[in-house]
């Protein structure tokens, strides 16, 4: 079976992945640019870009010193084409844009500045374009990942990450339901209001999509339709203990409980002390420990993502 070589392909889009936590410090970074090396070491092209404007250290995770071009630049000049504001990189395959800049704030990204990001993204002449973004529920971080083709979320085995998490999703939920056409919104706090009558409070976003469905099934099917579009991928990472391993699974039954959403659980990545080390060692922990469990694990992810794309483009895989 052939499949197309996406990598030859002068016109191609690329699949934009979005990685984002509802608490910092839990390893977007990481994630993030380990992921995206992963994607390289399976010869696909693939650019980290730093969205963590602000406190942006990616290029650190990918043991990239001091990165001569940032996306601040994209914003100051006219005519000017993304590619070249890609840092060129000793790894075959792989690329970054730092978001490392005195100027630049993701909170403070104007409107306008933020469309042109996004337009321009896509233009990015690669296989996957990998957004680190920043911890939070900014309106921005919340808007860059609705616009992402998948969603990646990083959760810690502990309590706080995992409430934070939800409380991510939660807010992602909101700021989806903002789009909708005016009529809607009158319709969704009048529901609000009889669940609050009803039952002392709000209930789930699953049990206020139900109720929209069996009172108002027009403006419902809107909301369901907007769910289905949203693709939620899961790494567990940090973990340390075997019981660690049943988050994934707890996670998939929560979120489609309470948010009827569907989530692939991705990966789990451990804890190792190796992490810091290669930051000290300024190289990326995918490169410098290949053969670590984690590096393992993250090219079977890279992997999995390539393969199920592959399959929905061609519809076979070789
Ligand atoms: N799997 C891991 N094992 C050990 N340390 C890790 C791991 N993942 C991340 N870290 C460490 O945790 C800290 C936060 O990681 P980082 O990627 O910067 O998080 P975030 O981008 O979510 O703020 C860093 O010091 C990083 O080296
Ligand atoms: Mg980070």
């Known amino acids: 079976m052939t499949v197309k070589n ?3 392909t002068k016109q191609r889009q690329p699949l934009i992945w979005a990685v984002a936590s509802g608490k910092g410090g839990v390893g977007k970074s990481f994630v993030a640019a380990n992921l995206t090396m992963a994607f390289a070491a399976h010869e696909k092209k693939a650019v980290l870009v730093d969205l963590d404007l602000g406190s942006a250290n990616a290029h650190t995770c990918l043991g990239i010193n001091h990165p001569k071009t940032t996306l601040s630049q994209l914003l100051r000049h006219k005519n000017i084409d993304i590619n070249s504001l890609v840092e060129p990189s000793n790894t075959p395959f ?3 844009i730092s978001g490392s800049s005195d100027d630049l704030d993701m909170a403070n990204l104007k409107h306008f500045q933020k469309l042109k990001v996004m337009r321009n993204l896509r233009h990015l002449d690669a296989d996957f374009v990998i957004l680190d973004l920043g911890a939070g529920t900014g309106f921005n971080t919340l808007d860059f990942f609705l616009y992402a ?3 990646l979320l990083t959760v810690m085995p502990e309590p706080t990450s995992v409430e934070n998490t939800y409380r991510f999703v939660k807010s992602l939920l909101t700021r989806q339901l903002r789009s909708l056409p005016k009529q809607s919104h009158a319709l969704m706090n009048d529901i609000l209001i ?10 789930s976003f699953a049990q206020f999509l139900a109720d929209m469905l069996e009172k108002h099934p027009e403006h419902g099917k809107n909301i369901q ?3 289905q579009k949203l693709q939620l991928n899961l790494v567990v990472n940090q973990m340390m203990d075997p019981a660690d391993t049943k988050l994934g699974d707890a996670m998939q039954i929560i979120f489609h409980k309470y948010f009827s959403l569907n989530l692939n659980l991705l990966g789990c990545l451990h804890h190792d002390v190796h992490v810091t080390q290669a930051l000290k060692q300024r190289q990326s922990y995918y490169q410098l420990f290949p053969q670590s469990r984690n590096a393992i694990c993250l090219h079977r992810m890279a992997e999995k993502v390539i393969k199920t ?3 929905k483009t061609n519809g076979v895989v070789n």
């Open 149 to 151: 083709d998948q969603g």
């Open 6 to 8: 996406t990598a030859t």
């Open 194 to 203: 009889e669940q609050k009558k009803d039952y002392g409070k709000i209930q």
């Open 225 to 227: 339709g907007n769910l």
């Open 309 to 311: 794309q592959q399959i």
């Open 94 to 96: 792989m690329g970054l």
